[in-house]
């Protein structure tokens, strides 16, 4: 008994995760990057839709420490992710690792 309500706890508690990724995703990134990730932004970047969450994560704090700038672009995405504290950037990555192209 006590398990299930672990599990069923731990499981509405992912999909709060799940959704805050999403929300921060729909509400912050969408308009450059595309409802699903599958545009190149502002017709720099690549097709974000799928990467690999570690690389995300890496590359999100970097714009966000102002040490990426891949494409000259890079203040640009400063500005997006400076506000993200690690959890949030981290349920992001996730949202966006999942999303196909
Ligand atoms: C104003 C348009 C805009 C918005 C909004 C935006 N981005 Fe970007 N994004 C860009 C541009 C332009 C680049 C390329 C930057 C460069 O020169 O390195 C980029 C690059 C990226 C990359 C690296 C892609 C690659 O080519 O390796 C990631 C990851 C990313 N953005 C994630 C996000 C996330 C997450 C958000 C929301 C929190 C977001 N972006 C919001 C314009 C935007």
Redo the contacts with the bound molecule.
Sequence with gaps: MKKIIFISMLSAFTSILMANGAS??AS??A???GAHGEKS??E???V?AG?DEGT?IK??QGYKCGI???????G??KN??KG?DDSSIKE?ANY?SKLKQ
């Design positions: 921060i995703y912050k990134c308009s450059c990057h932004a502002l720099k970047s690549k974000i990467e995300l590359k999100i990426l700038n891949q494409y000259g672009m890079g640009a995405m997006m992710v993200l992001i966006i």
